[in-house]
C-alpha cells in the first residue's frame, strides 16, 4: 500500500515530441504528489507537485494530470529538449508523514 | 548560498571497512534524511532525522547507523554489516512539516573494491 509503481523505467523521444511518464499508487491518504527531475551526477530537484483536490497543474512545459478516481497521476512534458533529458522520480506523501515514498525512476532521452 | 554539502563525491572502500559519508545543510532545517539510489530502484530510505539527537529507520537501514548531534550535520556511516554497499547516496533536508519538497544534496558515490 505504500508503494508507487512507475513506468516506463525508459522514454526516449524525440525534440519537440511529447514526454509522458506515469505513476499509480494504492494508499487512498497519499494527499501530495510531487516530481522531481535528476540530472547526471546530481541529486533530485523538485520539478512540479500536485494535490488532489485539482485534475491538473502547469508550470511552462510541464504539466501534472491527475486522476483520483484510478489512484494515478502522470508527467507531460511539452515540446521535449535536449536539456529535458534527466531521470524523473514520481513521489507521493500525506500530511502529517515523515516521508516520501519515491517511484523506481524514468530515465528520460531527447534525441536532437 | 545555501545548500546541503555532501562529502566525497566519490569514495571507494574496501570489504570489511567501514565508511562515513558526511552531510552539511545550512538551509536551517529541521529534517533530515539519508536515500540510497541505485538504478532501476528509485530512492530508498535508509535513516531520517526531525530534530536534533533524535532519528528513525527507513526501509533499508540494516548495515547503516548514523547521529544528529547538530542541527547542520547528519553522518551517515556505512558499516561492514551492509552487504551491497556499492550506491549512490543522497543526503536531503525539509522543513518540518513540508515533507514533500526534500532539498537534495549532490551525492556520494561509494564504490566497494
Known amino acids: 500500500q505504500q508503494q508507487v509503481k512507475q513506468s516506463p523505467q525508459s522514454l526516449i523521444v524525440q525534440k519537440g515530441g511529447i514526454s509522458i511518464i506515469n505513476c499509480a499508487y494504492e494508499n487512498t491518504a497519499f494527499d501530495y504528489f510531487p516530481w522531481y527531475q535528476q540530472f547526471p551526477g546530481k541529486g533530485p530537484a523538485l520539478l512540479i507537485a500536485?494535490?488532489?483536490?485539482?485534475s491538473e497543474k502547469k508550470e511552462g512545459r510541464f504539466t501534472i494530470s491527475f486522476n483520483k478516481s484510478a489512484k494515478q497521476f502522470s508527467l507531460h512534458i511539452m515540446d521535449s529538449q535536449p536539456g529535458d533529458s534527466a531521470t524523473y522520480f514520481c513521489?507521493?506523501?500525506?500530511?502529517?508523514?515523515?516521508?516520501?515514498?519515491f517511484g523506481q525512476g524514468t530515465r528520460l532521452t531527447i534525441n536532437p | 548560498d545555501g545548500g546541503i554539502t555532501q562529502s566525497p563525491k566519490y569514495l571507494f572502500r574496501k570489504e570489511g571497512q567501514n565508511v562515513t559519508l558526511s552531510c552539511e545543510q545550512n538551509l536551517n532545517h529541521d529534517a533530515m534524511y539519508w536515500y540510497r539510489q541505485d538504478p532501476g530502484q528509485g530512492l530508498r530510505l535508509i535513516y531520517y532525522s526531525q530534530i536534533v539527537n533524535d532519528f528513525q529507520k527507513g526501509d533499508i537501514a540494516e548495515g547503516y547507523s548514523v547521529s544528529r548531534e547538530k542541527k547542520e550535520s547528519f553522518p551517515l556511516t556505512v558499516t561492514s554489516a551492509q552487504k551491497n554497499p556499492t550506491a549512490f547516496y543522497l543526503c536531503a533536508s525539509s522543513i518540518t512539516g513540508v515533507t514533500g519538497e526534500l532539498f537534495f544534496g549532490e551525492g556520494s558515490r561509494l564504490t566497494v573494491l
Open positions: 500536485i494535490r488532489p483536490d485539482v
Open positions: 513521489a507521493a506523501t500525506f500530511s502529517g508523514a515523515q516521508k516520501l515514498v
